[in-house]
């Protein structure tokens, strides 16, 4: 009971801190905030197959962009577009792709399924980077953010800064909670068992190839769902959203955070942008400084982060899934002979 | 077909074969599992035990030749239906979930067996039939009492008993065990004999292994195999007295003895 009310406390005092946050600090804040937020559900829809699926994919950024792109090309010229139309194609269109580019690229392993879906996020960079579809190389503005109406009356205006920060928090509490469901429901045991030792999965009658299918697919819808409301949130859709540089990025965001939780990438994304925010308005060589605080994490946070609040309570924030509490190259360099 | 379910034959397999390239790893095998009985296969290594176990398992395609399991031919069958159809099997090298619990591993199978691989929602704790499944296979392979602990803190003796705790999680018609006694001592060898008999109970069972003591005091039938064929096939005591078998499996000096 005790430690029930425990668990319940930090979570809780970090919701109210979000709740809070708009109303104490300047808008320029709250746009950062709602910037994290969304690159925090990218992160987190990244780690449905990286952390507990043990699939490095390189081509998320591409779903996140692709969903920008849907919602500029929905968006007629002199008005806004309906988020009842627009948020589902992209979610579809989004869908569709990651279907179509996971069943192609999940017939490799290991580093060719890293290679594979890099491949397959450059092709659609340059699908947009060097054809008129997306006004090329250029991009294109969105010069109205999505309606939400109801009848005639809008229900959300999302050109206020403070109602399109709630309205990013609740897309990331409500993925929160769906990754939360999937990985502790027999999906997640499948997917994660997949991961630690697929040949005995597969012989136990996993059908693996479609369960690491489905949980790409969801990443991939998420991801989108993040790119959406970013495209909405800058106004501007630009090829390089979908490249590969802000996919290594995200993935940085995954392992800086922690692979082994739901909430630690969010908490990654947290840092590399806020740390990117700070770096960058005092000093002209940001990058060097940034690149070796990451360095830094990486050495005395190997569990990401999200580690430090274990340090800091004393438990685990998560609970953990089954087998992830060691990331796998770690796992294959346990000595067998101890065993014995 | 209702022919061969009705002799109690679990699993037939006719004139298999499988080739690496020029070689012929498994050429022309026959044989018949029947239900509650265990059918060792033993042979030299590089006879293609290993490899008939994994054409039967599913884990790799034949070149040519069938496989019946109870009456149905699941010759074209991946791996992961032919575990949905009744297929068990272990590894010669241990196969475990490493950092799960002993629980998680077996729950995982029973789960397997139970086709929820995509259920999305309800908490996996909460399913009592997956639950009730695991706890069973671990009262039988009298791992109950560690069922919380890391799989890869089990000492080798444990790991070889949940590889078996895990087939029989998934309730299988038919299981195949590659070599269960593989590393084992005296003392944890006794035990896993004792366990493997009773697997036989309302299933069949295939037994690769190298133990001839285990083999004769385990096997209901033997098929002797070398180079890629089975050279003798029937009741322990008519395959001790094959001559075939003597020369090229004990060495021709104890053949001439005989």
């Given at each position: 009971?005790?430690?029930?009310?425990?668990?319940?406390?930090?979570p809780l005092a970090l919701l109210f801190a979000a709740v809070a946050l708009p109303l104490l600090v300047p808008t320029y804040y709250v746009q950062l905030a709602s910037k994290m937020l969304l690159m925090g559900m990218l992160a987190m829809?990244?780690?449905?197959?990286?952390?507990?699926?043990?699939?490095?994919?390189?081509?998320?950024a591409a779903f996140f962009g692709l969903a920008g792109y849907v919602l500029a090309l929905t968006s007629p010229e002199s008005q806004a577009a309906s988020i009842w139309l627009s948020l589902p194609i992209t979610m579809a269109v989004c869908g569709l792709a990651a279907a179509?580019?996971?069943?192609?690229?999940?017939?490799?392993?290991?580093?060719?399924?890293?290679m594979v879906t890099l491949a397959f996020g450059e092709m659609l960079f340059y699908l947009f980077h060097d054809t008129k579809i997306g006004g090329g190389s250029d991009g294109m503005y969105i010069y109205f953010k999505p309606d939400v109406l109801?009848?005639?009356?809008?229900?959300?205006?999302?050109?206020?800064?403070?109602?399109?920060?709630?309205?990013?928090?609740?897309?990331?509490?409500?993925?929160?909670?769906?990754?939360?469901?999937?990985?502790?429901?027999?999906?997640?045991?499948?997917?994660?068992?997949?991961?630690?030792?697929?040949?005995?999965?597969?012989?136990l009658g996993f059908p693996?190839?479609?369960?690491?299918?489905?949980?790409?697919?969801?990443?991939?819808?998420?991801?989108?769902?993040?790119?959406?409301?970013?495209?909405?949130?800058?106004?501007?859709?630009?090829?390089?959203?979908?490249?590969?540089?802000?996919s290594a990025t995200v993935l940085v965001m995954v392992v800086l955070g922690g692979m082994r939780s739901v909430t630690g990438p969010l908490i990654g994304a947290m840092v590399i942008i806020g740390l990117e925010e700070v770096l960058k308005s005092s000093t002209e060589h940001w990058k060097l400084i940034y690149g070796l605080i990451v360095i830094f994490i990486v050495f005395a946070l190997p569990g990401g982060v999200q580690q430090l609040s274990s340090l800091i309570f004393g438990r685990k924030v998560d609970a953990p899934t089954p087998g992830t509490e060691v990331w796998k190259g770690a796992r294959s360099m346990q000595p067998e002979a101890a065993n014995v | 077909m209702s022919e061969i379910a009705a002799k109690g034959i679990a699993l037939r397999a006719e004139g298999l074969e499988k080739r690496f390239g020029g070689l012929k790893a498994v050429s022309n095998v026959s044989l018949d599992v029947h239900a509650g009985e265990i059918h060792a296969v033993i042979g030299p290594n590089g006879a293609g035990k290993s490899t008939l176990i994994n054409l039967l398992s599913g884990d790799l395609p034949v070149t040519s030749g069938t496989i019946t399991l109870g009456g149905k031919v699941i010759t074209t069958m991946g791996a992961s239906r032919r575990g949905l159809a009744g297929v068990g099997r272990s590894y010669q090298k241990t196969t475990i979930f490493?950092?799960?619990?002993?629980?998680?591993?077996?729950?995982?199978?029973?789960?397997?067996?139970?086709?929820?691989?995509?259920?999305?929602?309800?908490?996996?704790?909460?399913?009592?039939?997956?639950?009730?499944?695991?706890?069973?296979?671990?009262?039988?392979t009298g791992l109950t009492a560690r069922a919380q602990t890391r799989a890869n803190l089990?000492?080798?003796?444990?790991?070889?008993?949940?590889?078996?705790?895990?087939?029989?999680?998934?309730?299988?018609?038919?299981?195949?065990?590659?070599?269960?006694?593989?590393?084992?001592?005296?003392?944890?060898?006794?035990?896993?004999?004792?366990?493997?008999?009773?697997?036989?109970?309302?299933?069949?069972?295939?037994?690769?292994?190298?133990?001839?003591?285990?083999?004769f005091a385990l096997a209901d039938r033997l098929t002797v195999?070398?180079?890629?064929?089975?050279?003798?096939?029937?009741?322990?005591?008519?395959?001790?007295?094959?001559?075939?078998?003597?020369s090229a499996y004990l060495g021709h000096d104890h053949g001439e003895a005989a």
């Open positions: 009971m005790n430690s029930k009310l425990q668990n319940l406390i930090v829809a990244l780690n449905l197959v990286v952390g507990f699926g043990g699939l490095v994919s390189l081509c998320h179509i580019i996971g069943a192609l690229s999940l017939r490799t392993k290991g580093i060719y399924f890293i109801l009848g005639s009356t809008q229900l959300i205006d999302l050109d206020k800064p403070r109602t399109f920060y709630f309205v990013a928090l609740g897309c990331v509490l409500l993925t929160v909670w769906l990754l939360r469901t999937l990985v502790n429901a027999p999906f997640g045991h499948a997917l994660a068992a997949a991961r630690d030792n697929e040949r005995r999965s597969v012989s693996v190839f479609m369960v690491r299918l489905v949980a790409f697919v969801i990443s991939g819808v998420l991801a989108g769902v993040a790119g959406y409301f970013s495209a909405a949130q800058f106004g501007f859709v630009a090829p390089q959203l979908l490249g590969w540089h802000l | 490493q950092t799960s619990t002993v629980f998680e591993n077996v729950r995982l199978s029973a789960q397997a067996r139970s086709g929820h691989a995509l259920w999305m929602f309800g908490n996996v704790r909460n399913d009592a039939t997956v639950n009730q499944r695991a706890d069973n296979a671990l009262a039988q089990l000492s080798h003796g444990e790991q070889r008993q949940l590889e078996i705790a895990m087939v029989l999680a998934t309730d299988p018609q038919l299981i195949l065990l590659d070599e269960p006694l593989a590393g084992m001592g005296q003392s944890e060898a006794k035990r896993m004999i004792d366990l493997i008999k009773g697997l036989k109970v309302r299933r069949a069972v295939l037994l690769v292994e190298h133990d001839m003591d285990a083999v195999m070398a180079d890629g064929q089975v050279i003798a096939s029937g009741a322990p005591d008519y395959v001790r007295a094959h001559p075939t078998v003597r």
